[in-house]
T-cell receptor
């Protein structure tokens, strides 16, 4: 079963613009993680945010978590061609092991030159 | 640091044949995962090992899939016999702590 659902399914933006992707989930969580997948580098862990955190930054990435709405967003600022990839959120459900994560279907991001 | 290694990268077989995938995790990582990723979907956990013991295999179709991790290092995942719906990318990941898993390049399987 898939816990997280990303929105939109696909997104195309101009290089230099900001990209925002959203993830909604159904049950309470221990943590939420974002991953990137492209053909060149495979699936790569980007950032983890715990249920008691509201915002985290890593370079050009900003992740927010709203547990009352059961949603998270991933913002990529000043996008680059290399950011073209699929982005997945993955959730660790409350009461489960921290490392048992369930992936959503992903958002396909395409950066236009 | 060397990443997670997987082989083969690609495999084409006919239905009812058997196939095996190999994974070598990052050195020192006690936890190893096998995921199945069908085109257009996110990865789905098949089995998780902690050292050489199985932690979770609730989503593994045990009538046809098997996996082992001898000596707590390398792991193999086998499908016997394969079905058309097994066509997918099989990803191996490893971790030393809960905060983030490191994935290999995957094995792309096509069952004809």
């Amino acid at each position: 079963s898939q816990q997280g659902e990303e929105d939109p399914q696909a997104l195309s933006i101009q290089e230099g613009e900001n990209a925002t992707m959203n993830c909604s989930y159904k049950t309470s969580i221990n943590n939420l993680q974002w991953y990137r997948q492209n053909s060149g580098r495979g699936l790569v862990h980007l950032i983890l945010i715990r249920s008691n955190e509201r915002e985290k930054h890593s370079g050009r990435l900003r992740v927010t978590l709203d547990t009352s709405k059961k949603s998270s967003s991933l913002l990529i600022t000043a996008s680059r061609a290399a950011d073209t990839a699929s982005y997945f959120c993955a959730t660790a459900a409350l009461g489960n092991r921290d490392d048992k994560i369930i992936f959503g279907k992903g958002t396909r991001l395409h950066i236009l030159p | 640091e060397a990443g997670v290694a997987q082989s083969p990268r690609y495999k084409i077989i006919e239905k009812r044949q058997s196939v095996a995938f190999w994974c070598n995790p990052i050195s020192g990582h006690a936890t190893l995962y096998w995921y199945q990723q069908i085109l257009g979907q996110g990865p789905k956990l098949l089995i998780q090992f902690q050292n050489n013991g199985v932690v979770d295999d609730s989503q593994l179709p045990k009538d046809r899939f098997s996996a082992e991790r001898l000596k707590g290092v390398d792991s193999t995942l086998k499908i016997q016999p394969a079905k058309l719906e097994d066509s997918a990318v099989y990803l191996c990941a490893s971790s030393s702590r809960p905060s983030g898993q490191y994935f290999g390049p995957g094995t792309r399987l096509l069952v004809l």
